[in-house]
């Protein structure tokens, strides 16, 4: 992949370095041109209307959640793509959609996003039992933990497939062949794996997968809930849209993803989304991987070297594009504004919503977490680099 000629369709690249993609990714020329048109040409509600501007809305709109679910692997006659606001959203749905018993038990771990934690934290309040897994201080857990935790009486497991404050790689696919062998659902936050690595729902064998499109090169408001089954979970919300038909006092809820897409949508974000979905195919998503795979060792090798740096999440048997780090003697807001102040560079500083795996792992005030994508370079690692060196010598 040409990473230059990539970085010609991001033009904020001119003025800064942004390695803080796990939090939002920068939106290339191509996909904002895809919602301006949308605006510009045939801005009209989807689902709704039979004029031509409506129809040209509903078909792109559609084809967008044909993209995202080939893009997942989850195209065919089994699954179905829904779009919501974010990732928080899609794991919500699930959680407020399965009708849960007293006694039921959900599996996650510690190293999750309070996206996939809270959602299951707030059930305990219907009396559902919560089994939360802790990591090691490298961040690993131990594949027995996940064979002890998920027993029989499970019936979700939630998982993320990469921590966005460590970087680990978790083992989706192993932990779905526990969750099938003992007869329970798997849903996968994905949204920090999804924009960086290949991802097929039928090779984890997952029952739901959840991601954001602000985290692939889309605009806000666009998140992704694949679900392997229809009618798995019961509609977030009800009323316009979703309706097939109404009675005086019974409605009849729509097939497919207009079931879980109540009221008017964002439609231009959606369109959006499956204008990202088209660069990434376009650069590779393997390609990507490989990419963000070099940088991160170049990051993770020249971290070691400064003395005064202790890195987070090391040792770990897959390491994603996401590093985390703290400069002995300065609070990780002071290292990311100094960081901003003497050289443009953009990090994220404090706990990376997972408060609980700060306090586990005894960060207090979090870290200063660098994560990469497509137009980062070799380059401006070194400037990372040289620029933390200076800030750790003045510590």
Known sequence: M?????????????????????????????????????????????????????????????????????????????????FTRNTTESINIVARGMLWKKGERIVTTLLEHHSNLLPWMRLKEKGVDLQVIKPDKTGM???????????????????????????????????????????????????????????????????FLCFSGHKMLAPTGAGVLWIKKEGEVEPLLVGGGMVQD?????????????????????????IGLGAAVDYLSRVGVEEIHQHERRLTAKLLTGLQEIEGVEVYGMGAPAHGGVVSFAVEGLLPHEVALMLDQASGICVRSGHHCCIPLMKHLGMKYGTVRASLYLYNTEDEIEKLLATLEQIAGMA
Request: aromatic residues 8%; negative net charge.
């Open 2 to 82: 040409d990473v230059q000629e990539i970085r010609k369709d991001f033009p904020i690249l001119k003025d800064v370095i942004y390695l803080d993609s796990a939090s939002t990714s920068l939106t290339p020329e191509p996909v904002l041109q895809a919602v301006q048109d949308y605006y510009h040409s045939y801005k009209a509600n989807v689902g709704r209307g039979v004029y031509r501007m409506a129809q040209l809305a509903d078909q792109r709109y559609r084809d967008a959640h044909r993209k995202a679910a080939d893009f997942i692997g989850g195209a065919g006659p089994e699954g179905m793509t829904v």
């Open 141 to 207: 857990i131990d594949p027995a933990d996940y064979e002890k935790a998920i027993t029989k009486g499970t019936r979700l497991v939630a998982v993320s497939q990469l921590s966005n404050a460590l970087g680990t790689v978790l083992p989706v696919k192993e932990i779905g062949k526990i969750c099938r062998e003992r007869g329970c659902s798997l849903l996968v936050d994905a949204a920090q794996s999804v924009p960086h690595m290949p991802v097929d729902v039928k090779y984890i064998d997952c029952d």
């Open 246 to 270: 109404v009675g005086d006092n019974w409605y009849e809820i729509k097939k497919g993803y207009e079931g879980y897409e109540a009221g008017t949508p964002d439609i231009s974000a959606g």
